[in-house]
């Protein structure tokens, strides 16, 4: 339903506001958490509930855009959920306890859950076919923004006021957007249908199952831990059981139709890896550049900032050169593009300059930034008018769990790959070793102590190392095994797929 030219301006800019404010308080809290712990008197262990409990409640969340927006209307419910945002956002910087600011922040999550589908399909089905792709890549710039932006204006909030100024800065502006979403969002269409209660408890424990064995894992040793067993028994369980009711319930809470429609489907799949895969090697970096290069944390900091820029101008230019060329080859360019920055990363070391994280971090921002164009319009425009808000529902979830999943894996495999390259690298170092003679014959016992406290600290940098560089090649594989999917992706003309487009002009 497209508007006229000002209300849509005046709408799209509010719209926006709401998801960067949604996609930014993902990570703005980040900075500001151990502030927190102090003043809500927590511990590091549960004050961590503060940033998993939004991350549940989203994930949770995100499965019932589909049928509330069926129940309601669409454009009312945009607005009510931006004021619960708010009004949440205000109640988690008043917040005295920490039983108090995680209730907020699952507050928050379940509203802001919403938010973000229904901003991505109202920009697509509020302009006309010539501008859809215009409108979805000016999202997409938008919902990258936030998470850019949220450790740097945490940081600079907390230092300069105070932590609770993290999520009071929520409170003009969505007032803002909200009394403006009122005034100007149409009527849209939507499918109403019966809640199904079955399937979103099954997707509820499997989701949170998931969310506590990835926070955990870590500290609880993976599979070591029978707790962390016992939450990927319980997840898997679910979700098969998920699996065989939406085929045969009546009113599924997601529908499962929209998998059938094969660009969605690979829409969905490359939503779950490719930027994921790139958000899991930026997360190596911080590290990789602090702990082994020696960078400090700023440094640090700046060296990222070029990925994210490219990253931005990749979704602007791929918008403009999906008008000009096919999106297949446009996938496999940008997939090719990560790879090869991935590839430059296998190649770092422990005596390179910066020049060489720049060059692959700008390669690595510009390749996701032109797959992810496609990716983003890909999971709206294969998807009839009706199902359009399930189906960006479905694109965020994918996204998030996948953000998740491959944080984990990375960081998961990291911490193996140190421990197993440490015994193999140890295992030639002995005081059989010539250093080690030469030490005993020059100055004795104390200085034999020396060189092996030394040899063991070069041993960890440089196991370090290789994990780092096993974790990137990982990654590399991934983006190019990948790059198959990319032919079963349909020609998008004038913002649809083409079987969309054909059933619209049947």
């Known amino acids: 339903m497209p508007l006229a ?10 719209m926006m506001a709401a998801t960067i404010l949604v996609v ?31 991350i549940m409640a989203t994930a949770v969340a995100t499965p019932l855009t589909g049928w509330l927006t069926g129940r309601f209307d669409r454009s009312r419910m945009f607005g009510v959920c931006v004021l619960g945002f708010t009004f949440s956002s205000a109640l988690c910087g008043m917040a005295v306890t920490l039983p108090m600011m995680v209730a907020a922040r699952l507050a ?33 710039v938008g919902s990258m923004a936030g998470p850019l932006l949220g450790p740097v204006l945490g940081g600079y ?36 249908r019966a809640f199904d209660h079955a399937g979103f408890i099954m997707i509820a424990i499997a989701l949170c199952a998931l969310q506590l064995a990835l926070d955990r894992g870590t500290q609880e040793d993976w599979f070591d831990s029978t707790e962390i067993i016992i939450e990927l028994g319980i997840c898997v369980a679910a979700f098969w059981m998920l699996f065989f009711h939406l085929r045969s319930a009546p009113s599924p809470i997601i529908s ?52 994210s820029i490219t990253l931005t101008l990749g979704i602007v230019i791929g918008g403009r050169l999906m008008k000009v060329i096919d999106p297949r080859l446009q996938i496999i360019f940008g997939l090719m593009l990560v790879a090869l920055s991935l590839w430059m990363q296998c190649g770092f070391d422990l005596v390179m300059d910066e020049r060489r994280v720049i060059v692959a971090g700008l390669i690595q921002g510009l390749g996701a930034g032109l797959t992810m164009t496609i990716v983003n319009l890909a999971a709206v425009a294969g998807a009839p008018a009706a199902l359009r808000t399930e189906a960006a529902a479905l694109f965020g979830l994918f996204r998030s769990v996948g953000g998740a999943l491959m944080i984990s894996v990375s960081t998961a495999v990291l911490a193996h790959n140190i421990q197993i390259n440490h015994e ?23 200085l034999s102590e020396r060189f092996a406290t030394l040899a063991n600290a070069e041993v960890t940098r440089q196991a370090m190392m290789i994990a780092y560089i096993d974790d990137f090649w ?33």
Not at 6 to 13: D, E, G, N, Q
Not at 26 to 42: D, K, S, W
Not at 112 to 135: E, I, K, W
């Open 5 to 14: 030219p000002l209300p849509k301006a005046v709408a799209t800019t509010l």
């Open 24 to 54: 930014l308080d993902q990570t703005i809290a980040t900075v500001a958490l151990p502030h927190m712990q102090a003043a809500l008197g927590a511990t590091p262990d549960t004050a961590s509930w503060v940033l998993t409990a939004y």
């Open 108 to 140: 928050q999550g379940t509203f802001g859950a919403f938010l973000m589908p229904m901003s991505q399909a109202f920009l697509y089905d509020m302009n006309p076919p010539s501008l859809q792709v215009r409108a979805i890549t000016l999202w997409g």
């Open 157 to 192: 909030l907390t230092d300069a006021l105070n932590w609770r100024w993290v999520f009071f800065i929520n409170v003009p502006i969505g007032l803002v957007a909200a009394i403006g979403i009122f005034a100007t969002l149409p009527r849209f269409p939507s499918a109403r």
């Open 256 to 307: 499962i139709s929209l998998f059938t429609r094969r660009t969605f489907a690979v829409a969905m799949i490359l939503a779950l890896t490719v930027m994921p895969s790139v958000i899991a090697a930026t997360a190596l970096m911080p590290s990789l550049l602090q702990v082994l290069l020696g960078y400090p944390v700023v440094t640090a900091g700046l060296l990222l900032i070029p990925r």
């Open 424 to 446: 193999e690298l140890g295992a030639v170092m002995s005081l059989a070793n010539k250093p080690f003679m030469l030490s005993e014959a020059l100055g004795g016992a104390w």
């Open 474 to 506: 990982m990654l590399m594989w991934l983006m190019i095994l990948l790059i198959p999917l990319a032919l079963l992706v349909e020609p998008i003309r004038g913002g649809k797929t083409g079987a969309a487009a054909a059933a619209v002009a049947d």
